[in-house]
């Protein structure tokens, strides 16, 4: 009896934090560290000034506590930053709103991807780059995806995102697979084996990560030589931090970050608003000062300064060999190539 | 109680005495109730239904059964080999427009997805196309619109999926699907991974418990047997880990186990030149996890040996028992009851694992529960998450009952 009283009592401590407070204001929820510190300081904190009365929270991008709230209609989040694939799923499970662009006051066209989502306003592009440590490699260090895949030339700890989305288009393009034509070999079985079967090549080298701040963390603590991560994270890293860390722009996985409302909230009119502010060229630039992702409103990019534009994923000079994630493919398969890839951890 | 001031009524009116009893009697469980309904409400809303909730996603889903019902009820007639004719398409042409109106192409998308991975966006064209068809010949129209319903293999997954009760999130929480011809097959060897994480997460937790036994049995006879003010001081140091919370701790043994962490450093002044592979390892799990459990095992065993009178071993050894002799045959099964009630509550906690392993663990060390978070936060298949937990708690209730058959329960005591 007594045990049961503790698990009682364990179930209590869990429990507690969920009780959320339902007051009038807005709440924006984003990914947290140096990511969501770029949008207080470009959207929130300007729009608190405007009169909102704005909170923010941290999530990581897990859909089943969108999910929860709107089948429990109890609905405390209004306003989240949101992944693609993410976006997507929720959009299917019916727990965004749909995105009336009318009432955004916004030009559809100018947004980098905006047609491509019906619950989502795109918000930045980002990439997934791979970074390393400079002091690491005193001879130079790696310039293309492939030598992720080399541990001769550079042995070492490496850090995975842990999620096949990315990592299989590398694994692909570094055994000889035409940029072009990855999706295309990802579709087929073989081509599915022949990337894990990459993988597998340093799967014993490899640290996975889960979160966005874990990259340059893993960088700094020396755990890893070199790690894939959200190009804004290493950026802010070695801003702030003077972190002796490099990116290398090859085959960078392009992708999009997003603005969605939660459905059936009490505060959907302001968090319109807040999309609109948040969306504001001038705003949008000035997002570029905290962190080096792109505006995904075109009209933003001119008004990026000078000396931040070539950290931008957008720059040309970065874009040469970017890989637009296809998102689509994930869409369609990523059921069945997570599925394979928690198997293929597992083993 | 009440009996006392009805004692001069006995000659004069049994019966009367009777009732009064009984109403006595029932005042006071209605007063016992009343104390208990708080934490029984409590106990009903927060454990009993979420739990039945679980259990019933894990068999229910009526996303197929409730968005194509015209399409289920055409295709029952149907032989499963050839392509189903004009009468089914029709049906499917108006559940399509249904779901293309009410938004519901990307639901149907997502659980035929599961059934055949990529069909998800032709699910979404075809409800598009099929929203703008206006007139029949269907067949021919949804033919030219996607190759997909030309294929049987579509039609008996949807048929296989419309049953609103499916066994097909248990089926694949033991790595088995149905194939096309409806019987049960494992899935290929690639994909195959829930019992094997299973089999892990026992392992793990069996391997935990053994270790805060070995560790936590003389520490807990040493507390029960010193002075007072040495057994306080101790217990306090075993006290104020079990109070520190299970994140913090999870967190300081991630800095201690790097591979520049304090332990390997010492490590390397002692002369082992590579570092000690022990953080995103099996090892740096089990021992968080051992130092984590350690109290819940150490301090019910304390509590029974607490109990234990220093006679009875005093009495052993005049009898002619050595101490070794003594403890196995006299000490040690008097705290049996201890070791047990330790045990039982280490094992099950340790099954939940979830944060420890996901912070020290590599990726093969991950446990169930690590696993049923993925599915719910970042693949959104609930019914999967839920199959899980269906499995998990069904293997757990049966270690427990073969424990009570082997131990019993009424032998398990916390102090």
């Known amino acids: 009896m007594q045990g049961r009283v503790w698990l009682t009592a364990a179930a209590l401590a869990v429990a507690l934090p969920g009780i959320a407070n339902a007051g009038d204001k807005l709440n924006v929820v984003s990914w947290g560290g140096a990511y969501s510190e770029s949008q207080n300081k470009a959207f929130v904190e300007p729009f608190k000034k405007a009169g909102n009365d704005v909170t923010t929270e941290d999530y990581n991008g897990e859909i089943a506590k969108i999910r929860a709230q709107v089948e429990s209609k109890n609905v405390t989040w209004d306003v989240i930053d949101i992944d693609t694939q993410t976006a997507l799923a929720a959009c299917a499970e019916g727990v965004l709103e749909k995105i009336d662009w009318k009432k955004l006051g916004l030009d559809r066209s100018k947004f980098i991807g905006g047609n491509l989502q019906d619950c989502a306003v795109p918000n930045i592009v980002y990439a997934t780059v791979l970074a390393y440590d400079s002091t690491k490699f005193k001879d130079g260090g790696p310039t293309k995806i492939a030598d992720i895949f080399d541990l001769k030339k550079f042995p070492g700890k490496r850090a995975l995102q842990k999620n096949p989305f990315v990592n299989l288009e590398w694994a692909l393009i570094a055994d000889g697979v035409k940029q072009s034509d990855v999706y295309k070999v990802l579709k087929t079985k073989a081509g599915v084996d022949r990337a894990f079967k990459k993988l597998d090549t340093i799967k014993d080298q490899v640290v996975w990560w889960e979160a966005g701040a874990q990259p340059p963390q893993l960088l700094a603590d020396g755990q890893v030589v070199m790690t894939s991560a959200w190009n804004g994270r290493i950026y802010d890293a070695v801003k702030k931090d003077k972190k002796p860390f490099v990116i290398v722009w090859d085959n960078q996985g392009f992708d999009w970050d997003w603005w969605s409302i939660v459905k059936g909230g009490p505060h959907t009119d302001t968090a319109y608003k807040f999309i609109t502010f948040a969306s504001d060229p001038e705003r949008m630039a000035d997002q570029t000062h905290y962190i080096s992702y792109g505006p995904a409103n075109k009209d933003a990019i001119p008004k990026v300064d000078k000396d931040v534009l070539p950290s931008l994923p957008t720059a040309a000079e970065n874009m040469k060999t970017a890989l637009i994630v296809d998102v689509k493919f994930w869409a369609d398969h990523g059921d069945a190539l997570r599925e394979r890839f928690k198997a293929w951890l597992a083993k | ?415």
């Open chain 2, 1 to 415: 109680m009440s009996a006392t001031t009805a004692i001069p009524n006995i000659v004069a009116d049994g019966d009367k005495l009777r009732r009064q009893l009984a109403t006595a009697e029932r005042d006071g469980h209605f007063r016992a109730l009343g104390l208990i309904a708080p934490l029984l409400i409590f106990l009903l809303l927060s454990f009993v239904v979420p739990i039945a909730l679980m259990l019933s996603r894990a068999v229910y889903d009526p996303s197929i059964h409730d968005n194509l019902p015209r399409t289920l009820a055409a295709l029952q007639g149907w032989d499963g080999k050839a392509i189903p004719d004009e009468p089914v398409f029709a049906a499917l042409v108006a559940d399509l427009k249904d779901a293309q109106t009410n938004n519901r192409g990307p639901m149907i998308g997502k659980r035929m997805n599961y059934e055949i991975s990529g069909i998800r966006s032709e699910i979404i064209a075809s409800a598009s196309a099929a929203a703008d068809m206006t007139a029949p010949p269907y067949k021919d129209q949804m033919l030219a619109a996607n190759d997909i319903w030309n294929d049987p293999a579509t039609w008996i997954h949807i048929r296989q999926a419309g049953s609103a009760i499916t066994p097909f999130y248990l089926l694949s929480a033991f790595d088995l699907e149905r194939n096309d011809a409806g019987s049960v097959v494992p899935v290929d060897p690639d994909r195959a991974v829930y019992i094997e994480i299973l089999v892990r997460t026992f392992a793990i937790s069996l391997t935990v418990t053994v270790l805060t036994l070995l560790l936590g049995y003389p520490v807990a006879y040493m507390l029960a047997n010193s002075p007072v003010w040495l057994a306080n001081v101790l217990m306090i140091l075993v006290l104020i880990p079990f109070w520190t919370s299970l994140l913090v701790r999870t967190t300081a043994w991630f800095v201690l186990l790097q591979d520049n962490g304090p332990i390997n450093n010492v490590a390397h002044l002692i002369g082992i030149t590579s570092p000690l592979k022990l953080i995103f390892s099996r090892a740096g799990t089990i021992i968080a996890m051992t130092h984590i459990q350690l109290p819940f095992t150490l301090l019910p065993i304390y509590s029974v040996m607490r109990g234990i009178s220093p006679t009875y071993m005093r009495a052993a050894r005049s009898l002619g028992g050595g101490p070794i002799y003594s403890f196995v045959r006299i000490y040690f099964p008097l705290t049996l009851p201890g070791i047990g009630a330790g045990c039982l509550l280490t094992f099950i906690l340790s099954l939940g694992y979830y944060i420890t392993p996901a912070l020290v663990g590599g990726a093969s060390d991950q446990m169930i529960s690590g696993i049923i978070a993925d599915a719910l936060n970042s693949e959104n298949n609930w019914g999967k998450a839920c199959a899980l937990g269906a499995v998990l708690l069904t293997a757990t209730l049966a270690l427990f009952y073969i424990y009570n058959r082997i131990v019993g329960i009424d032998k398990v005591k916390l102090g």
